[in-house]
C-alpha cells in the first residue's frame, strides 16, 4: 500500500487564460516571488514550508492565495469560512490551480495575524458546537491577550490531519511562545499535517526537517536556515547592536 500524499502535491496557474487573469506589469505579477511561481508552478512537500523573506517580497501574497483557492476564507478561518470585512486579496487565489494529494483529508485552516481580531468577532457571532470535536469547549479569544489567543487557537483548530496556511504567525507571539509554535508544528505534522508558512522568524524558520523558501528579487529560491539573509543580519544585529542603530539614529 502507498504512502498517502499531502493535501496539496503542486500549485501552479494553467497557461489558458494566464494573460487575461494576470496581466504582465501589472500587481501582484510585478512582484518577482508571484511572477515565478506563475511561471514555473511550485511542488509542496509533505511537512512544513517555510517562506522567508522582507515585507513586500510577495510571501504572504502567495499564501493568502493558496489558501484562497484551497477554499480557506482570506481574512482567516477553515475550509468553507466566508468571514470577510474588506476584500483585498489579489487576483491570484482565483488563478491557481492546486493538484490535490490522493487519499489526503480535505480540511484546511488559514491563520492570519493581521485579520485575527476580526476573525475572533465572527467566531463569537457564529459559535456552534462542533459535533465532530466538542471538547474543549472553545475560549472567548477577546478575553485573552494577543498570544494566549494565538496559542489556544492553535489548540483548538490545528489538532487534525490537514493543510495549514500560516501568515506571519509570530507576529503575536513571544520568543518562548514561538517555540511553543514549533513543537505544535511539529506535532501536526507528525498527525499527517502539511503546512505553508510566511515568516520573518528566524526561531520558527530554524524547525528541523522543514523546507525553506527564500523569496526576494531572485523570487523562490531554496534556502538552508544557515544561509538565509534573516538569519545573518540578526546575528550581526545581536553580535553589535550599535552598528545597525547609529545607521537607523544618524
Known sequence: MGLRQPPVVRVSV?????????????????????????????????????????????????????????????EGGSTGARHTTRPSES????????????????????????????????????????????????PVFHELSHGESFLELLRTRFDSPGFYCLDEPEAALSFSSTLALVAALHELVARGGQVL???????????????????????LRPATWEQLELVEHWRAYLTDPERYLRHVLG
Do not use: Q
Not at 494566464?18 to 508552478?41: I, M, Y
Not at 513586500?56 to 477554499?71: L, N, R
Not at 487519499?103 to 457571532?125: D, I, K, N, Q, V
Open 14 to 74: 494553467p497557461r489558458e487564460g494566464r494573460a487575461e487573469r494576470l496581466p504582465l506589469g501589472r500587481w501582484p505579477l510585478t512582484v518577482p516571488a508571484v511572477e515565478h511561481l506563475v511561471r514555473r508552478g511550485l511542488d509542496l512537500a509533505p511537512g512544513v514550508t517555510f517562506l522567508v523573506g522582507e515585507n513586500g517580497s510577495g510571501k504572504s501574497t502567495i499564501v493568502e492565495a493558496v489558501a484562497e483557492a484551497y477554499g480557506m476564507g482570506v
Open 91 to 138: 487576483p491570484l487565489g482565483a488563478a491557481l490551480d492546486l493538484r490535490r494529494g490522493i487519499g489526503a483529508p480535505r480540511w484546511g485552516f488559514f491563520l492570519r495575524a493581521e485579520t485575527m481580531h476580526g476573525f475572533y468577532t465572527y467566531l463569537e457571532e457564529t459559535r456552534v458546537r462542533r459535533v465532530d470535536r466538542p471538547e474543549p469547549e472553545e
Open 197 to 219: 508558512c510566511a515568516t520573518h522568524s528566524p526561531v520558527l524558520a530554524a524547525m528541523p526537517g522543514a523546507r525553506i523558501l527564500e523569496v526576494g528579487p531572485w523570487g
